[in-house]
Antibody, heavy 120, light 106 residues
Framework: QVQLVESGGGVVQPGGSLRLSCAASGFTFSSNGMHWVRQAPGKGLEWVAFLRYDGNNIYYGDSVKGRFTISRDNSKNTLYLQMNSLRAEDTAVYYC?????????????WGQGTLVTVSS | DIQMTQSPSSLSASVGDRVTITCRASQSISTYLNWYLQKPGEAPKLLIYAASSLQSGVPSRFGGSGSGTDFTLTISSLRPGDFASYYCQQSYSMPLTFGGGTKVEI
């Protein structure tokens, strides 16, 4: 069965950096585009970033563009999110999500999420 | 960016009720519209994709319709496990965007 397991969350000071990882299993990781989606405490869902199956097409949400970098290692079945210049408003649960459908722009499997807290 | 507007933001219902949630896009998105359910403390789950296709394993009491800018999620008869938050999402163009959510409460 498809499993996505995030790690790397924690507490970081404003301006700091953090790298999230997502270990994928149960499917051919190199065949799917992958996303990060976040949810601030008590708020709705916000799409963060997308990386195509082959690593060629990358897209970011406006709120993280220039600060976050999505990457993948298909040999390790792992997705990453490097987060720099973190702000209080980046505090959220970050979900690793498998893309599906046309252009892999729907979200069919979600990880359990990892909490990132940006606070001094 | 395509804005997605859901209504209502919350509703109260009873087990067995028929419930309808609407989602409106700021421009035409054809049928590139998905619906998700999220229970407290859990990750979201895909219910409906391409506006009206039921995701594998999802009960048939969930149904979706619409195209262009106006979409509807219908739950034909609410079950206890359906009390949760529901989100629409457009998959037409980047950046991908979600509606603000609808909380279905008892």
């Amino acid at each position: 069965q498809v499993q996505l397991v995030e790690s790397g969350g924690g507490v970081v000071q404003p301006g700091g950096s953090l790298r999230l990882s997502c270990a994928a299993s149960g499917f051919t990781f190199s065949s799917n585009g992958m996303h990060w989606v976040r949810q601030a405490p008590g708020k709705g869902l916000e799409w963060v970033a997308f990386l195509r199956y082959d690593g060629n097409n990358i897209y970011y949400g406006d709120s993280v563009k220039g600060r976050f970098t999505i990457s993948r290692d298909n040999s390790k079945n792992t997705l990453y999110l490097q987060m720099n210049s973190l702000r209080a408003e980046d505090t959220a649960v970050y979900y690793c999500v498998r893309g599906s459908g046309y252009g892999d722009t729907s979200f069919d499997y979600w990880g359990q999420g990892t909490l990132v807290t940006v606070s001094s | 960016d395509i804005q997605m507007t859901q209504s209502p933001s919350s509703l109260s219902a009873s087990v067995g009720d028929r419930v309808t949630i609407t989602c409106r896009a700021s421009q035409s998105i054809s049928t590139y519209l998905n619906w998700y359910l999220q229970k407290p403390g859990e990750a979201p789950k895909l219910l409906i994709y391409a506006a009206s296709s039921l995701q594998s394993g999802v009960p048939s009491r969930f149904g979706g319709s619409g195209s262009g800018t106006d979409f509807t999620l219908t739950i034909s008869s609410l079950r206890p496990g359906d009390f949760a938050s529901y989100y629409c999402q457009q998959s037409y163009s980047m950046p991908l965007t979600f509606g603000g959510g609808t909380k279905v409460e008892i």
